[in-house]
């Protein structure tokens, strides 16, 4: 909870001076922390010992250590304000601007995914998947988006396929995988505790695991069969993992087109299907 609200929360209950000094730190926060108690008293015209009481009642041993953390709360507020909005996008950029950045940063997510697919183990990996009894799909957050659309595609195909949210299902169901079987794991990072726990469980039970992630060195790099590098610019500014999903749909789309050649006038005949009867609804 913010100092700010926990003034706003205590004030009703405070004395008259009290909310004096309530209303005048929550007007002039930045002034508040450059004065003394003493000092702060003066400005306000209450007693010095009214500035203690205040603080106290807020939960604070006195005014000193009311005011480290006004001053730590202060700093994080500037810190959100002057940080980026997204990876190079500022606040003060244009609408425009914003969109041209955005298009950027995906366009060469696109790229550079793609020039990694072209020397990587793709095709095997597509092979793999194709002739798999179950394909079971991990991811959290933002991979698990692009792994839920990675899995109605396969669906679509007639392919055995698996995919939920929950971590802790995810490491039980990798538990019921067997060498038949593949685990497609996504996770840019690499690092995901939970993410990494499902694979390795699959990995002991025989399952082949395949890794949509970065090209940077992971735990989940290390469990991995087969790496399907993501790349995208991902700093520690970002408001979302955008350009990381769109690396991530350059590797699933691929797949499922793969898998649609693969399974020539049977693949085509399913897609054609499903789609005459989603038709028909309307």
């Known amino acids: 909870m913010s100092i700010t609200h926990k003034i706003l929360i205590t004030r009703n209950k405070l004395s008259a001076s009290g909310k004096r000094i309530a209303d005048w730190i929550i007007a002039n926060p930045n002034d508040a922390v450059a004065l003394t108690s003493q000092a702060l008293a003066a400005q306000i015209d209450v007693g010095q010992s009214s500035i203690v009481k205040f603080t106290q009642r807020l939960g604070y041993s006195g005014f000193s250590q009311f005011k480290r953390a006004l001053i730590e709360e202060l700093s994080r507020k500037s810190a959100i304000q002057h940080a980026p909005l997204h990876t190079n996008i500022d606040t003060n950029d244009s609408t425009s601007t914003i969109i041209q950045k955005l298009v950027k940063a995906k366009s060469e997510a696109i790229f550079q995914t793609s020039n990694a697919l072209l020397n990587s183990p793709f095709d095997q990996v597509v092979s793999l998947v194709n002739q798999a009894h179950r394909v079971q799909i991990v991811g959290m957050g933002g991979s698990a988006l692009s792994g839920k659309d990675l899995a109605y595609k396969l669906l679509k195909l007639g392919i055995a396929v698996i995919s939920e949210f929950d971590s802790h299902v995810q490491i039980g169901i990798a538990r019921t995988l067997t060498e038949n079987d593949v685990q497609i794991v996504i996770s840019f990072s690499g690092h995901t505790k939970e993410i990494n726990a499902a694979a390795e469980a699959a990995t002991e039970r025989g399952a082949t ?8 060195p992971s735990e989940l790099r290390d469990l991995a069969d087969f790496n399907l590098d993501t ?4 700093s520690q500014h970002r408001a979302s993992s955008m350009s990381a999903r769109t690396a991530q749909n350059v590797v699933t789309d ?5 898998l649609v050649k693969l399974r020539g006038d049977s693949g085509q005949e399913m897609l054609h299907d499903i789609a005459s009867h989603i038709r028909q609804l309307s």
Do not use: G, K, M, Q
Not at 209 to 216: G, K, R, Y
Not at 254 to 258: E, K, M, R, T, V
């Open 209 to 216: 695991v395949i890794a949509l992630t970065a090209p940077t």
């Open 231 to 234: 790349i995208a610019d991902e």
């Open 254 to 258: 691929a797949l499922f087109i793969s």
